[in-house]
């Protein structure tokens, strides 16, 4: 792990897997999960596996299979639904940005050519080389700190989050899942043309400044904002055919 939150991490995950496994192997404690010996194996061996490769991939899989074991076992009589919210712990590791460096390339690149088309349909002279552009004379790079990876960890986890309240049962969860990250990506690139727009009118320090750490957080927020209503017409609509069958 590359910084003190995924230590943080990568310590709580392995104290819960640690707390798991072991008691069992001593034989002083009930089974915990509900799994036999090669689960708890395989769980704690890709824990083990992932720290020592350096891939929290497979940490976050290791540590979300072992907690979505002890969750069905211990609070599914709760009537939670444990089956698909595990899925969130999944991103308390930042394993997208450790392991998948070319999704923040990828999100860059495409926020880039975004912005040279909305710039050029509006009037500006642009010029884009990768991820360097050049509007109106004002020299924009969309850096690593663009990638939008900690913002795509975040809405994995708000999206998730959200879809549990709207969707806890019923095939609205998984049809809804895979477009968190296209959300994101919207978020992402919505970010990036604010950015270049305020740099355009107030300039490129105003922009590096605080206004950097706000303009995600506003994206992040506006497009929370616009989901939960299309959340609600959503939910409407996946409940209305259930009302007219049992009709």
Same mark, same amino acid.
């Given at each position: 792990p590359?910084?003190d939150?995924?230590?943080?991490?990568? $310590?709580?995950?392995g104290?819960?897997?640690?707390?798991?496994?072991?008691p069992v192997v001593?034989?002083?404690?009930p089974?915990?999960? !509900?799994? !036999?010996?090669?689960?708890r194996?395989?769980?704690?061996?890709m824990?083990?596996?992932?720290?020592?490769a350096g891939?929290?991939?497979l940490?976050? $899989?290791?540590?979300?299979?072992?907690?979505?074991?002890?969750?069905?076992r211990?609070l599914?009589q709760?009537?939670?639904?444990v089956?698909r919210s595990?899925l969130?712990? +999944?991103?308390?590791?930042?394993?997208?940005?450790?392991d998948?460096?070319?999704?923040?390339w990828?999100?860059r690149?495409?926020?880039?050519?975004?912005?040279e #088309?909305f710039?050029?349909?509006? !009037?500006?002279?642009v010029? #884009?080389?990768?991820?360097?552009?050049?509007? !109106?004379g004002?020299?924009v790079?969309?850096?690593?700190?663009?990638?939008?990876?900690? @913002?795509?960890?975040?809405?994995f986890?708000?999206?998730?989050l959200?879809? $549990? +309240? =709207?969707?806890? #049962?019923g095939?609205?969860?998984?049809? +809804? @899942?895979?477009?968190i990250?296209?959300?994101?990506?919207?978020?992402?690139?919505?970010?990036? $043309?604010?950015?270049?727009?305020?740099?355009?009118?107030e300039?490129?320090?105003?922009?590096q400044?605080? =206004?950097?750490?706000?303009?995600g957080l506003? *994206?992040? *927020?506006l497009?929370?904002?616009l989901?939960?209503?299309?959340l609600?017409?959503? #939910?409407?609509?996946?409940?209305?055919?259930?009302?007219?069958?049992?009709?």
């Amino acid at each position: 792990p590359g910084n003190d939150s995924s230590w943080v991490a990568t $310590l709580l995950a392995g104290a819960f897997v640690l707390f798991m496994h072991l008691p069992v192997v001593l034989k002083t404690a009930p089974d915990a999960c !509900g799994q !036999g010996i090669g689960f708890r194996s395989l769980t704690a061996g890709m824990f083990l596996a992932g720290g020592l490769a350096g891939l929290l991939s497979l940490q976050a $899989l290791g540590w979300g299979l072992a907690l979505r074991a002890w969750a069905m076992r211990n609070l599914q009589q709760a009537g939670l639904p444990v089956s698909r919210s595990w899925l969130a712990a +999944l991103f308390v590791f930042p394993w997208i940005s450790n392991d998948f460096p070319v999704v923040g390339w990828l999100f860059r690149l495409s926020g880039a050519v975004i912005s040279e #088309r909305f710039f050029a349909v509006l !009037g500006y002279p642009v010029f #884009r080389e990768g991820t360097l552009l050049l509007v !109106g004379g004002l020299p924009v790079s969309i850096d690593a700190a663009c990638a939008g990876l900690g @913002l795509l960890q975040s809405l994995f986890v708000a999206g998730i989050l959200l879809l $549990l +309240l =709207f969707f806890p #049962r019923g095939p609205g969860f998984w049809l +809804l @899942l895979p477009w968190i990250p296209v959300l994101a990506w919207v978020a992402n690139t919505a970010r990036i $043309l604010l950015l270049t727009a305020v740099a355009m009118s107030e300039g490129v320090e105003f922009t590096q400044g605080i =206004f950097h750490t706000w303009g995600g957080l506003l *994206a992040i *927020a506006l497009m929370l904002s616009l989901s939960i209503p299309l959340l609600f017409a959503l #939910r409407g609509a996946f409940a209305s055919p259930s009302k007219g069958k049992s009709g």
